[in-house]
């Protein structure tokens, strides 16, 4: 039987490790689960929770919008749960704190969740959008909590136009990695763009309101789903050749976000990537490494990399290899991994949806109906519901495959595709493809034939030079 008061940990890899000589790089898909992740038996960790709600003028029209914002924020607030830390910020060209009065942040219970709701239901809307404010201060109160689950939830209806420029890029910078946040944009007048970037930067999601009614259940979700999360930080350590080096790191399910920028280098060739908290998920990461195939062999397994999971200071899971094969068969070499292929495919797929948006913000809805084609054809290929489902509430699909776009289109709706362009699918197809590496700690150690650097007596691959380490019939 299982531990139930320890999560599990699953790693796998799919790659084609057949390079040909032209190849320079080598994609990989991995995949992450973390399952049993309930409450440990210390109980839950310490969470905390903060609502940071734009109150600037334009709130006020239609009032619907400001008294939906005063809605969800009560329905959020009587989803905590008893010991949560959390609190209310207005934010306007400034950030105030309104719940509690001052800090440190509330924990909830039955007076303090009255309190808080009785608080948000005097917002109000006045000022302008700077969201930079908005960020530092949560990022200030987050800072003075013991929590190690931090998570945020922002709401705008605005253009981030109060800031200085380079302000919110700044705060990012400042924020990342002290907590996540949820962003959502409710009306006809914001950017999804300013929404993109929190997200990304701050290991969330970013979406589009359609209908006022709906942002209540939106932020009961989102809260509930982060006090979900019992394991503070899971981090991917990802270790290089001096023949191999990596391109970019992103992650692409169950949304496509860049990494490679996140990546913190470590001793050696080693580098770390912080992932976040986690629950009950999975996710999946795309690497791609470059490759000097002119230093490999033909015809021989090359370690090109390995990649391992880390749990505060210990590895979880396997570890796993990437490896390469240099061969003169293009038809070992041409053919992709089907989840590369996936992977690949959902980029493209994003691509063509924000080109066709760009194009109809142009008027050019010439173009516009060409990349949405584009992008419905791929979307049904890839078993996109989400985003055909998107798709279908700006364009028309003829028989013949052709488009047209709708009649009174709405700004949201335009959001809300562009902000679901990173929106993936998982087909649960990814196999384990790659040699697990057993953790050198867990073994004894012994010299590499090759280069004479140690590693574990069980390692297939010695991780200094790529090469098998022990001779056939080498002594133990």
Known sequence: MPDRDRPSFTLQLSQNKYLAPSDDRMDVVLTVRVGDAGVPAAGQPPTAELLLVDCSSSMDWPPTKIEAARHACRAAIGSLRDGVLFGVVECTSRARLVYPAEPPLAVA????????????????????????TWLDLARDLFGKTPAVIRHAVLLTDGKNESDHRGALDAALD???????????????????????????????????????????????????????????????????LPYSRLRFVKQVFPTEVELTPQCQPKEGRAIELPTGAWGDELREYHL?????????????????GTVTLFAGDEPVG????????????????????????????????????????????????VTAAREWSTAVR???????????????????????????????????????????????????SAEP???????????????????????????????????????AGAPS
């Open 174 to 240: 400042r924020c990342r990695g002290r907590f996540a946040c949820d962003a959502r944009g409710i009306g006809d007048d914001w950017d999804p763009r300013d929404l993109q970037r929190i997200a990304a930067a701050l290991r969330g999601s970013a979406d589009a309101v359609l209908e006022d009614a709906e942002l209540a259940g939106d932020f009961r979700r989102l809260v509930e789903r982060a006090m979900g999360r019992t394991v503070p930080d899971l981090r991917l350590r990802m270790t290089t």
């Open 318 to 365: 396997e570890q796993l290899a990437v490896v390469g094969y240099l061969t003169d068969d293009l038809a070992l070499s041409s053919v992709p991994d089907d989840n590369v292929a996936r992977v690949t495919g959902q980029a493209e797929l994003g691509r063509a949806v924000r080109t066709g948006w760009d194009a109809f913000e142009r008027d050019d809805r």
């Open 378 to 428: 791929l979307a049904t290929e890839l078993g996109n519901a989400e985003i055909l489902k998107r798709l279908g509430r700006l364009i028309d699909v003829h028989d013949d495959g052709t488009v047209a776009i709708k009649a009174g289109v709405r700004p949201r709706d335009g959001f809300s595709l562009v902000l679901g362009s990173t929106i993936s699918t998982y087909t649960g």
């Open 433 to 471: 493809a790659a040699a697990a590496v057993p953790p050198e700690a867990d073994v004894a150690l012994r010299e590499c034939v090759h280069c004479g650097r140690k590693v574990g007596s069980a390692a297939k691959w010695c991780r200094h030079c790529g090469e098998p380490p022990f001779e």
């Open 288 to 304: 791609c490494l470059d490759v000097d195939a002119g230093e490999l062999t033909r015809y021989e397994d090359r370690l090109l």
């Open 109 to 132: 219970g039955e007076r303090t969740r009255h309190e808080a709701k009785v608080a948000v239901s005097g917002l109000i809307a006045g000022g302008g959008t700077a969201m930079s």
